[in-house]
């Protein structure tokens, strides 16, 4: 894994951010598809010539202060510490979900305890096996029963700078 890829390492700081009064209505276009439960897109590529790390920081910090951060990672073209290097990716979200969703927890645990060399794995594999299953694994169980039942609340994967690993 490579823990200095979150949002909120040492590492990093101070992060790159959003100036106050900046960027507002591309965060608020994001929260409106992250809250829109009538969706069917499951992904959003924030794309452009700059600022796109500040949004992602500005917006990796909302969610976490909302409990609506699953898992976060900035790469780093020049990190010595694996920020560069897509092998840590999977390994650096599933710690995460793991941490931020506990319902996958259990999931995530068992996949490495059986198979403790997983991060050998094809990406594609370790990807199905370590943070789809389990996401899809958390969002069946059984939620507390209500008089009405609550609505999951969505929770966000951020991946930042692919284009430097």
């Known amino acids: 894994a490579a823990p200095g890829a979150s949002h909120d390492s040492r590492e990093r700081y ?18 409106a598809w992250l809250n829109d439960r009538n969706s069917n897109l499951h992904l959003m590529w924030l794309h452009g010539p ?4 500040a949004i992602a920081q500005s917006l990796a910090e909302m969610l976490s202060n909302d409990g609506l951060l699953a898992a976060s990672f ?6 010595d510490t694996g920020r560069n290097d897509e092998k840590r990716l999977i390994a650096t979200l599933a710690y995460q979900i793991a ?7 259990p999931h995530i645990g068992r996949i490495i305890a059986n198979n403790p060399s997983i991060f050998d794995l ?9 943070i789809v299953d389990p996401l899809r694994h958390a969002s069946d169980s059984p939620m507390p029963q209500e008089s009405e039942p609550p609505v999951r609340p969505t929770k966000l994967i951020i991946i930042d700078s692919l284009d430097q690993c």
Request: glycine share 4%; with cysteine; hydrophobic share 25%.
């Open 74 to 79: 900035f790469f780093h073209q020049t990190s």
């Open 99 to 105: 941490q931020n969703v506990p319902e996958t927890r």
């Open 122 to 130: 094809s990406p594609e594999r370790q990807l199905r096996l370590l």
């Open 50 to 53: 700059a600022g796109t790390s």
């Open 14 to 31: 101070p992060p790159m951010k959003c100036n106050p009064g900046t960027s507002e209505r591309i965060l608020d276009e994001i929260l």
